[in-house]
């Protein structure tokens, strides 16, 4: 049983570099989305998906940005990484974005800005 | 502005009782979540509360007042693979969930 890989798990990026992070889900979930999370602080939402094709911006969506081709795969990408986006990222998913059931998460990726 | 607060840290005692709370201001309400997470790990779900009252599942119940805009946690028989970070979060009326930053559980033998 794989529910949600993310890859990498961890990586140590230089300021101004490009970085995909890459997430895929096995469960066939309508929604998907993407946090980051920071010490004393709660998860919060980058960017999600509602369903395959389509895109929203979450609380904190500046310099990110994903596309949702398809059910499985739902990558962040960060177009010219900040040392501000030092962060862990957990890369999530629930049958749908309106339902009541829990989300379930990836293992996280920790992401080093230098 | 919507806010999820709870205890930054609580220390308990193993084979004992702790009640962790949870206060929330959101734009609507669409159900209360609690994730435990261990460190270095990813959240994992515990328990879902939409209706008041108490929601049992085994060790752990989780209780949800709407109109106080309150909730908690209750691990019973407590074990020292308890030691995590206890999350908690609301849906709002959009079905975005809204995290507290979590309250840390320590667990002395």
């Known amino acids: 049983i794989a529910g949600i890989t993310q890859a990498p798990t961890s990586q140590i990026l230089a300021a101004g570099r490009r970085m995909t992070l890459r997430c895929t889900q096995d469960?066939?979930?309508?929604?998907m989305y993407w946090y980051r999370q920071d010490l004393g602080l709660g998860l919060r939402l980058i960017h999600y998906?509602?369903?395959?094709?389509?895109?929203g911006k979450g609380e904190v969506p500046d310099g990110y940005s994903v596309s949702r081709a398809n059910t499985d795969d739902f990558p962040l990408t960060l177009a010219s990484a900040v040392p501000s986006q030092t962060s862990v990222y957990f890369c999530?998913?629930?049958?749908?974005?309106?339902?009541?059931?829990?989300?379930?998460f990836g293992e996280g990726s920790r992401l080093t800005v230098l | 502005g919507q806010n999820i607060d709870q205890p930054t840290e609580m220390t308990a005692t193993e084979g004992a009782i702790v009640q962790i709370n949870c206060t929330y201001q959101?734009?609507?309400?669409?159900?209360l979540f609690w994730y435990q997470q261990h460190a270095g790990e990813a959240p994992t779900f515990l328990s879902y509360?939409?209706l008041d009252g108490l929601e049992e599942k085994g060790r752990f119940s989780s209780f949800l007042s709407r109109s106080k805009g309150y909730s908690y946690l209750l691990l019973k028989e407590l074990q020292m693979k308890d030691s995590a970070s206890y999350l908690c979060?609301?849906?709002?009326?959009?079905?975005?969930?809204?995290w507290g930053a979590g309250t840390k559980l320590i667990i002395k033998p």
């Open positions: 469960m066939r979930h309508n929604a």
């Open positions: 999530a998913s629930s049958p749908g974005l309106a339902d009541t059931g829990e989300l379930f």
């Open positions: 979060a609301v849906k709002d009326s959009n079905y975005q969930l809204i």
């Open positions: 509360n939409v």
């Open positions: 998906s509602n369903t395959a094709g389509t895109t």
């Open positions: 959101t734009s609507g309400f669409n159900g």
